[in-house]
Nanobody
């Protein structure tokens, strides 16, 4: 099982970025892919998740309405579209995989497999 996150970079406040999480070694049909982020000196926090059981993603309140998770099953890739970015969105973003379902997916302990992280910096 491998997850590869990419797409980070430097963007101005109000801008957009799309992160990708490419999966290999398993099928997304039975795996939830979650996104987490970690800012310097802070705990890694939940951003959003797309469960394999439901097609409706869930998001942290801090990103709701600005971030969108989508999936391309043919490419085994999950995307995190980030719009209206704010300086407080600056962090290393990680994708992670889990066979779990439900609200446990809001917590790091539900995830067994992690990508390497990609840096997102929002600054003018």
């Amino acid at each position: 099982v491998q997850l590869q996150a990419s797409g980070g970079g430097l963007v101005q406040p109000g801008g957009s970025l799309r992160l990708s999480c490419a999966a290999s070694g398993f099928t997304l049909d039975y795996y939830a892919i979650g996104w987490f982020r970690q800012a310097p000196g802070k705990e890694r926090e939940f951003v959003g998740v797309r469960s394999w059981r439901t097609s409706t993603p869930s998001y942290a309140d801090s990103v709701k309405g600005r971030f969108t998770i989508s999936r391309d099953s043919a490419k085994s890739t999950v995307y995190l579209q980030m719009n209206s970015l704010k300086p407080e969105d600056t962090a290393v973003y990680y994708c992670a995989g889990s066979p779990s379902t439900g609200t446990t997916l809001y917590y790091r302990r539900a995830y067994y497999d992690w990508g390497q992280g990609t840096q997102v910096t929002v600054s003018s």
